[in-house]
């Protein structure tokens, strides 16, 4: 089993950043894909970014390419997502998910998810 714990959300003025954080412990979590995804109120579940195991890949919304970086530590097991520019339109509950294989935007093929971090963009 995977266990993926979400941290680092919050409040931020539109503009700022905030960077997430998704520790990982259980199987080896370094060789697995991973991904973030995120759900607003009354939406659902979308594909934010995602990384293969060895970071050599990265995927990316349109909605935030240029301005939300996807990146790993697998020393550390640990899964990050840099977000700058931020806009009122990023307030949603954040996710982090993890796979042994699959780094697509399809939120129902992945196998394990963290619990969720709230992060709220102010205008």
């Known amino acids: 089993q995977v266990q993926l714990v979400d941290t680092g959300g919050g409040l931020v003025q539109a503009g700022g950043s905030l960077r997430l954080s998704c520790a990982a412990s259980?199987?080896?979590?370094?060789?697995?894909?991973k991904g973030w995804f995120r759900q607003a109120p009354g939406k659902e579940r979308e594909f934010v970014a995602s990384?293969?195991?060895?970071?050599?890949?990265?995927y990316y919304a349109d909605s935030v390419k240029g301005r939300f970086t996807i990146s790993r530590d697998n020393a550390k097991n640990t899964l990050y997502l840099q977000m700058n520019s931020l806009k009122f339109e990023d307030t949603a509950v954040y996710y982090c998910?993890?796979?042994?294989?699959?780094?697509?935007?399809?939120?129902?093929?992945?196998?394990?998810w963290g619990q969720g971090t709230q992060v709220t963009v102010s205008s």
């Open positions: 990384i293969t195991w060895s970071g050599a890949g990265t």
């Open positions: 259980g199987r080896t979590f370094s060789s697995y894909a």
């Open positions: 998910a993890a796979d042994p294989y699959y780094t697509g935007s399809d939120s129902h093929e992945y196998d394990y």
